[in-house]
């Protein structure tokens, strides 16, 4: 069973920054790619960037490519998304997850296809 932990979320003013950091408590081999996802309170989660293990390909939802970037150092088993230039309509919590499926490649995966969840961690931009 894979743990993911959260952290790094807080408050911070429009256009400013936050590094978000995902620890896995094993680097299974099974593990095939992570992702961030966030969600805004009435709003669906939505996927804003993945990345593969293998060969750390990455992919980002259009309204943050160019801001956001999404590394991994899987000598230390986490994940980071590093958000610059950061948009109030940007507020929500924000999860990483996991993901086994081979299939999978060269695209954002959908939520389903994601196996391991954190409890996520709270981003809140102001104007």
């Known amino acids: 069973q894979v743990q993911l932990v959260e952290t790094g979320g807080g408050s911070v003013q429009a256009g400013g920054s936050l590094r978000l950091s995902c620890a896995a408590s094993?680097?299974?081999?099974?593990?095939?790619?992570m992702g961030w996802f966030r969600q805004a309170p009435g709003k669906e989660r939505e996927g804003v960037a993945a990345?593969?293990?293998?060969?750390?390909?990455?992919t980002y939802t259009a309204s943050v490519k160019g801001r956001f970037t999404i590394s991994q150092d899987n000598a230390k088993n986490t994940m980071y998304l590093q958000m610059n230039s950061l948009k109030p309509e940007e507020t929500a919590m924000y999860y990483c997850?996991?993901?086994?499926?081979?299939?999978?490649?060269?695209?954002?995966?959908?939520?389903?296809?994601?196996?391991?969840w954190g409890q996520g961690t709270q981003v809140t931009v102001s104007s």
């Open positions: 990345i593969y293990r293998a060969d750390g390909f990455t």
């Open positions: 997850a996991a993901g086994l499926r081979s299939y999978v490649a060269g695209r954002m995966p959908w939520r389903s296809e994601f196996a391991y």
């Open positions: 094993i680097y299974t081999q099974s593990i095939r790619y």
